[in-house]
């Protein structure tokens, strides 16, 4: 797989990153040997291989799931600037 100029320029738009031609040209060139790189990886044969989240197994670290405190919503709210029962009150965001 090849990107062409046009493609570097439509993905920099879309990624709202301002690239002259000539940055462009350049910027094609490194994404090609990234994607020919991604290619070699993909030809190599991976079946068998179990899928790892780290290079050396570690157990998770598991402790037991116990509420310690709870049905405190008073003292939590007590210096909320604004509050509607027991919850906080915060300025509307998104529209």
Known sequence: ?????????KVARLARIAVSDDEADALRGELN?????VEQLNAVDVSGVE???AVVHVP???RADVV?????AE???ANAPMREG???VVPK???
């Open 51 to 53: 899928p790892m989240t």
């Open 93 to 95: 965001v998104v529209e």
């Open 68 to 72: 310690t405190e709870g049905d405190q």
């Open 1 to 9: 797989m090849t990107i062409d100029k046009d493609t570097v320029i």
């Open 86 to 88: 027991p919850f906080f």
């Open 60 to 62: 998770m670290k598991k």
């Open 33 to 37: 040997t990234i994607l020919g790189f």
């Open 75 to 77: 003292r939590v709210l």
